[in-house]
């Protein structure tokens, strides 16, 4: 049989280090959006959902930046987390909270028009635009992990852009979104506990491949 190289060995356990850090590190980050989604009824407690999702949308960033500078072999998962932090918050910040609003306003306008003539036009586009612009939010938090001092403007543009122009590569990263979530409503502790990174790895690696025609060393430009 063939021997498993010690650098094969070397780059899983590193991994699967990352991979556990990570979880940790954006459940404690993220931890009123987790706590929320755990203790409450999301039909009731959504306004808190949406303020707790904004609030989270830097520990994403973060995640993507450790997953970059592993990739480069970088800094280390936590310090790499950190730096995301540092360096990413107020743009993700901004991201998250523009992405957020969007989709709130669309999901009452579905709710609303649901019960209505027009329902069957209003509600499939509704339900686009809403798919579309957490592509677009996804797609803007990895330009931010890989250029923090990027522009929202051209993040944003850049985005938008190439999750329509790339929309294969839009749908592969929502189905591995979607899939999460499903996991994490029915098997929480293995949702949050071991597969959270695996997906947002998946994720990341997918959407900044999309972006690859706008990246640069430096900056993002649309």
Do not use: C, K
Request: hydrophobic share 65%.
């Amino acid at each position: 049989m063939r021997r498993v190289s010690h650098e094969a060995v070397s780059g899983i356990i590193a991994m699967i280090a990352l991979g556990l850090v990570v979880n940790v590190l954006v459940m404690l980050t993220a931890l009123p959006l987790v706590l929320l989604l755990i203790t409450t009824d999301p039909m009731r407690s959504w306004p808190l959902l949406a303020g707790a999702a904004v609030l989270a949308a830097p520990a994403v960033t973060a995640a993507f930046r450790a997953f970059r500078e592993h990739a480069a072999g970088g800094l280390g998962p936590v310090r790499a987390f950190l730096a995301g932090l540092r360096d990413g918050w107020r743009l993700s910040l901004a991201v998250g909270a523009l992405v957020v609003s969007v989709v709130v306003v669309l999901l009452v306008d579905v709710s609303l028009l649901a019960g209505s003539d027009l329902a069957v036009i209003t509600v499939p586009l509704l339900g686009v635009l809403t798919v579309l612009a957490v592509s677009v939010g996804l797609m803007a938090l990895v330009a931010v992990a890989e250029v923090p001092s990027a522009r929202l403007r051209d993040v944003l543009a850049a985005s938008a852009v190439l999750a329509l122009r790339r929309w294969y590569l839009t749908v592969v990263s929502l189905l591995i979104i979607a899939t999460q979530a499903a996991l994490f409503v029915n098997l929480p502790a293995i949702g949050l506990g071991i597969t959270a990174s695996a997906a947002l790895y998946l994720a990341w690696a997918n959407s900044r491949y999309a972006l690859r025609p706008v990246l640069r060393l430096d900056e993002v430009t649309a």
